[in-house]
């Protein structure tokens, strides 16, 4: 029976695989043991297209799958019309403390089903059109009996209307709005552009575009809250419920001055408040960070009411988590989640092999648990780091030879080799540890 899945499809998961990164599409076709957490997530999705706002924090070691769970639930979110923006917590790049950094990321990362990031201008354009349609739709002959005056006045009238709560708190984000349709409307590429530009956060924005709008200097901390705000609003106009936006890798706040932590620290406490106030409709919010952020004494039990917001009990057996709490937490892989993963993988590369039976007859189940066996043992058997190296290997080493060269046989011609080069300091400090302190590029394991 064929597969469902398309070539394009197929060929990006696989690519990215091959390139030891989280694709950025297809993850369903991967998912293994995130069944017990699709319902929640999914509720709250409902929550959020329904006119609320939803948090969720993610807990996990590294490789225990965190950037894929966020990027499986932006997926589904996509699907249901929703955007999507990942934004990686940088001390250098993107500190938390400053929200209008931030807030630039969100912009330059924004997606959605029809359009790749950055997805705001389509958005801007889609929020003009709407309105227009809008206008059109409540009275049908409004351009015959006025002529263009007219729809021009209806159609501002509907703006300002719709941007009204905007307007209250962030003037700013409304006016550019409006030289933003003028400037559309004119025809006048140049000032859309910056103005587009601005909307999106970014500095730097040519003087005479901002005179034009009647806005002044550049967004700080406070203004992108508010404009965070108004992006909404923008998004429910152009057709999408809500925005799923993931702040990966807070756990990097630990590595910062003690000020600068308390600072990002702060943040995201306000960030919970507006979102608890009701003043971010659409919004569904999802952090991830290690076990040591959430417990530590460098992660958020620096800001007890932080903290209180997050706590959740994690005493029992984790086969009780309660996947509606604040935190989610992933206990990573074990061997038989591995093994799934690695057939899923498997079968997936088959359906698109010149002889898929001869990939499945080759790299046959027992095949695949002996290289997982073999790439976990040279980590040290911590089977939690193994993911990425182990698809990489299974891809790119095996898997593509065997459907390349008729006669390869990965038990006869392959042996595992891991180089420093291609591990990350995590996988490194593993594979040293494993290998009794020599260097990673010197393991050479022999398959069974």
Known sequence: MSSPVSPRRRREVIDALRRGTVPANGLDLLAVGLERFTPALDGDLDVVAGGGAAFKAVRGEYGAGKTFLTRFVAERALRRGFAAAEVQVSETETPLHKLET??????EALRTAAFPPSALRPVLDSW???LESDVAAADPGLGERGGPDAVDAAVTGLLEQRLAAVSVRTPAFAQALRAYRSAVTDGDTAAADALAAWLGGQPHVAAAAKRRAGIRGELDHFGAMGFLQGLLEVLRDAGHPGLLLVLD???????????VRDKALNALRQLL??????????LFLVITGTPAFFDGPSGILRLPPLAQRLATDFSTDPRFDNPRAVQLRLPGFDRDALLALGTKVRDLYADGAAEPDRVLKTVNDAYVADLAGAVTGSLGGQVGIAPRVFLKKLVTDVLDRVDQFADFDPRRHYALTLAAGELSETERSAAAQAAGGSRADDIDLDLP
């Open 102 to 107: 931030v807030y630039r990321r969100v912009g």
């Open 273 to 282: 408040d507006e979102i608890d106030a009701g003043r971010y409709p659409g």
């Open 128 to 130: 003009l059109f709407t």
């Open 249 to 259: 890798e807070v756990e990097t706040l630990q590595r910062v001055r003690g000020d």
